[in-house]
């Protein structure tokens, strides 16, 4: 599989407007130099992978958002791991699950 930089320097450019960054502020935050983010959002240059980590970190995505293009956040992944363990349950799992849920919420609220 060949890995397409191209792509993933528009997918961190997006995922930089997306939040509001600029590009001095997104490579502030990835402890890279303002030259180099541009070098990499235009697929110039290619970032380690100590490099896409700082990234990844500082846009809160997980690495196969920037390398997939798949789930932006890492909150999204979890419950996108969750819907598909979901998915592989009968009705009955699913309905026990959503009672140990509803249990766990309930004893939180009584904590507070």
């Known amino acids: 599989m060949a890995i397409d ?9 997006t995922a ?14 990835a402890d890279i130099s303002n030259n180099y983010l541009s ?3 235009t ?5 380690s992978l100590e490099t896409l980590m ?11 958002c920037l390398l997939l293009g798949t789930s932006n ?3 999204d992944y979890l419950i996108s791991d969750i819907e598909d363990r979901l998915n592989q349950c009968t009705d009955y799992e699913k ?17 507070v």
């Not at 930089?16 to 935050?29: F, H, M, S």
């Open 5 to 13: 930089y191209s792509l993933i320097g528009k997918r961190v450019a």
């Open 16 to 29: 930089r407007k997306e939040r509001g960054l600029t590009q001095d502020k997104l490579a502030e935050k």
């Open 39 to 41: 070098h990499i959002e």
């Open 43 to 47: 697929s110039r240059s290619i970032p």
């Open 54 to 64: 700082n990234i990844c970190d500082a846009l809160d995505v997980t690495p196969d």
């Open 73 to 75: 956040r890492q909150k």
């Open 95 to 111: 309905r026990v699950i959503f009672n140990l849920i509803d249990i766990m919420v309930k004893e939180r609220t009584k904590k």
